[in-house]
């Protein structure tokens, strides 16, 4: 079976440890500059969020749902789907409790993110078009479910390490009410008609799963984690998810 890999880097090479552990016959495309012909692969993954990229991800051989990224890639866009839905966000500035952990609207990786209890500088921050939400207290979690409309599987949680903020490690282990969080997980991907995958980061506050990310995409580490831990690979969870 081959596999076309769009993206390197952290992602690509997540990617690359899924498909060599499934038996893949493997391709990275790291630029569009070059790009293969796409019918010569039975799958196309991407591992990146670079839109050129992207956009080569379509067709019946694509593990990607374009819609769903689209929604996950916008702080504000996601966060107000998941407020329309009933699902739990930290509080916007100015309510809540100070500090507050200010975002860009897109981005990841940590990039262009701090905490400060300034309320200038997070009001000026939100006039420019950031996010600003309180910063909750707890490890962070992150759950992947997988599937289509009407049938969808939710997978042991991983519990997040950090350095500043940047990922160093996951690890699926008992998490409170964790069954709570995986029903969460499920419930946003129903909301938004989810053909593929989606990562839904949590901290647990107040006794209630609040849901911090969303990423319609292969997430970081935390396949990993549950391909070490429960012999779990998402990438083979992910193609027959949609064959089926």
């Known amino acids: 079976m081959k596999l076309?890999?769009?993206?390197?880097?952290?992602?690509?090479?997540?990617?690359?440890?899924?498909?060599?552990?499934?038996?893949?016959?493997?391709?990275?495309?790291?630029?569009?500059?070059e790009c293969p012909s796409l019918t010569d692969y039975d799958y196309i993954l991407p591992a990146t969020e670079d839109e050129t990229l992207l956009a080569l991800a379509e067709g019946e051989g694509a593990l990607f749902d374009g819609q769903a990224w689209e929604l996950t890639r916008s702080r504000l866009a996601s966060d107000e789907?998941?407020?329309t839905n009933g699902i739990p966000i930290p509080a916007y500035f100015p309510e809540g409790s100070e500090p507050y952990i200010v975002k860009p609207d897109?981005?990841?990786?940590?990039?262009?993110?701090?905490?400060t209890e300034d309320f200038c500088e997070v009001g000026g921050a939100v006039n420019a078009?950031?996010?600003?939400?309180?910063e909750l207290d707890g490890p962070v979690w992150s759950a992947v479910v997988i599937g289509?409309?009407?049938?969808?599987?939710?997978?042991?949680?991983?519990?997040?390490?950090?350095?500043?903020?940047?990922?160093?490690?996951?690890?699926c282990q008992p998490a409170e009410d964790s069954r709570a969080l995986m029903d969460t997980a499920r419930a946003a991907a129903e909301a938004m008609g989810l053909r593929g995958i989606l990562e839904v980061e949590a901290i647990r506050s107040h006794g209630v799963w609040t849901v911090t990310d969303l990423n319609a995409r292969l997430p970081m580490l935390t396949p990993d984690?549950?391909?070490?831990?429960?012999?779990?690979?998402?990438?083979?969870?992910?193609?027959?998810?949609?064959k089926a």
């Open 129 to 134: 078009g950031f996010v600003a939400q309180e």
């Open 81 to 83: 789907f998941m407020r």
């Open 148 to 171: 289509v409309p009407g049938r969808y599987t939710a997978f042991a949680p991983g519990r997040l390490t950090f350095s500043g903020r940047c990922r160093t490690g996951a690890q």
């Open 225 to 242: 984690a549950l391909l070490e831990s429960e012999g779990v690979n998402l990438l083979t969870e992910l193609i027959a998810a949609l």
């Open 4 to 33: 076309l890999i769009l993206g390197g880097g952290p992602l690509g090479e997540q990617a690359v440890r899924l498909g060599r552990a499934a038996g893949m016959e493997l391709t990275v495309l790291e630029g569009a500059g």
């Open 106 to 115: 897109k981005g990841s990786f940590g990039r262009g993110i701090w905490v």
